[in-house]
């Protein structure tokens, strides 16, 4: 369920965990995270992506668009001397946050294929970890309120503490918290999704929401000639876009456990239902459906370009490197001519070696420049 984000210990930004021709031959538009999709003379008529049009833009998308904005202004109105600031600055031993910071990178070390942001890895393993089926709705609550506790400068154990160290130091506003933890409510009761707005919204929760939390910590350039929101809007996409990544590259596994990731609107288009996906047969018009749900991937890694050049120069190659190497993912599905029940879809180590050069290159590009 967990999409890698950024490399983050808990305050300083470390190293993390394609072509774009065919992409920019799918006549793709868009408004932020309103999306409408122009098939082809060759495609059907239906369009495959929902439209989300400004006139009648879905609770969803303005649920999600609220969240970017209230982070962007804790961004801009950060520092502060309000009460809510002070209260976060509590002042701690130095040996005691040292040994707190350390615990965390050891948890880095230990989860660094799978999730970095340790608070995420924590709230993750409620759900997926080894004490996930003593989980309930009174064990999130419990954490949503210690949540609270930490921001109001409260920790109840070390590990909180270099999290409330980390939001007296960084403009970390508390809603992505509060929204991950509603993506596991949703993952415990929830394993169908009707169309793209429910995934959509899930994919934010779940992922989009990291991105959020990782943007204040990297730091936005000083150079940077867009909007704050920008920046924050393209962190959202590129959540968005691996964890819609995840989503396919994971489609068997989830199928073992009962669980379709899928838009079932979109599936159904396409003459396939949750039996197809059982039964783990790679058809004809499952290539098809791929094919579109691999155009939407890439479509959000487009748009998340133009904020991984916006942040401070020692971030940009460590997201460019997760943005590349996630596309190639996307092209490995390709490769195993999208059998995705049986086969999984990895980036071998020399690959990912290769594509650090091209993540460096496009990392020393000017926040002035915008990519298409």
Known sequence: MSSTFFS??????CNMRKGNAK???????????????????????IPVFPELTKAGISLTDLRIKEAVQKQSRTH????????????????FHPNFLEEAYERCRNICAEYAKTFYLVWCRRTDELVDGPNAAYMSSEVLQRWEERLQ?????????????????????????????????EGMRMDTRKCRYMNFQELYLYCYYVAGTVGLMSVPIMGISPESLIPVKRVYDS??????GNQLTNILRDVGEDAMR????????ELAQFGLSDKDVFSRKVTNRWREFMKEQITRARFYFSL??????????????????????????LDAIEENDYDNFTKRACVGRAKKLLMLPLAYTRSLSTPSMVFH
């Open 76 to 91: 801009k109105s950060f520092p502060r001397d309000n009460d809510d600031h002070a209260q976060r600055k509590l002042h």
């Open 8 to 13: 983050v210990s808990a305050a300083k930004p």
């Open 149 to 181: 506790d930490i921001f109001d400068g409260r920790p109840y154990d070390m590990l909180d503490a270099a999290l409330i160290d980390t939001v007296s130091k960084f403009p970390l506003d508390i809603e992505p918290f509060r929204d991950m933890i």
């Open 235 to 240: 962190a959202l996409y590129l959540g968005i």
């Open 23 to 45: 992409y920019m031959s799918q006549r793709l538009f868009t408004t932020r995270a309103e999306v409408t999709y122009m098939p082809s003379p060759k495609q059907s008529s």
């Open 304 to 329: 998340a370009e133009e904020g991984a050049s916006q942040l401070d120069n020692a971030s940009r190659w460590p997201v460019w490197s997760s943005l590349l190497i996630y596309r190639e993912i």
């Open 258 to 265: 009962g669980r379709v990731y899928l838009p079932q609107d």
